[in-house]
């Protein structure tokens, strides 16, 4: 249980949306859909992104973000509500939300195209821009949600 104090530090860490990490990175390998390798041998998970893993599918995840940031120069931004956490899941792997150099969010332009889900397992800063973009992409069938 959260003394009263801790709770209101952790609601106000929550409304904030996200901390800009300073430096930018190189994505050394993509190891699925929605985790990379930096050049300093940091694991990123996407933050509220679940990319499939397995069979045809899971390849197209991966093969997707891989054309998009391997070998790229990316910049993190941490969501204060992954700061109680220390902004790393329980593998040990770095929780960010990934932008490209050109200012795309690789999170949500996974989603947008179709090639992962919302994870709404816990709460998060984007989490209704993320399910609108699931939304759209379900609609219209692009990537994981087009038709056999």
């Given at each position: 249980?959260?003394?009263?104090?801790?709770?209101?530090?952790?609601?106000?860490?929550?409304?904030?949306?996200?901390?800009?990490?300073?430096?930018?990175?190189?994505?050394?390998?993509?190891?699925?859909?929605?985790?990379?390798?930096?050049?300093?041998?940091?694991?990123?998970?996407?933050?509220?992104?679940?990319?499939?893993?397995?069979?045809?599918?899971?390849?197209?995840a991966a093969s997707f973000t891989r054309?998009?940031?391997?070998?790229?120069?990316?910049?993190?931004?941490?969501?204060?509500?992954?700061?109680?956490?220390?902004?790393?899941?329980?593998?040990?792997?770095?929780?960010?939300?990934?932008?490209?150099?050109?200012?795309?969010?690789?999170?949500?332009?996974?989603?947008?195209?179709?090639?992962?889900?919302?994870?709404?397992?816990?709460?998060?800063a984007r989490l209704e821009e993320f399910?609108?973009?699931?939304?759209?992409?379900?609609?219209?069938?692009?990537?994981?949600w087009k038709t056999p």
């Amino acid at each position: 249980m959260l003394s009263p104090r801790r709770l209101i530090v952790c609601l106000l860490l929550l409304t904030c949306v996200s901390v800009q990490a300073s430096e930018w990175r190189t994505v050394r390998r993509v190891v699925d859909g929605d985790t990379l390798i930096l050049d300093n041998d940091e694991y990123v998970n996407l933050i509220g992104v679940d990319a499939p893993v397995t069979k045809r599918v899971g390849k197209d995840a991966a093969s997707f973000t891989r054309k998009l940031v391997e070998g790229k120069r990316v910049r993190l931004e941490f969501d204060r509500a992954t700061a109680v956490i220390d902004h790393k899941d329980r593998y040990g792997r770095t929780l960010a939300y990934v932008f490209l150099e050109e200012g795309t969010l690789l999170n949500g332009e996974i989603i947008k195209q179709g090639y992962g889900f919302v994870l709404t397992r816990f709460p998060f800063a984007r989490l209704e821009e993320f399910r609108r973009l699931e939304t759209e992409a379900r609609e219209e069938r692009r990537g994981l949600w087009k038709t056999p």
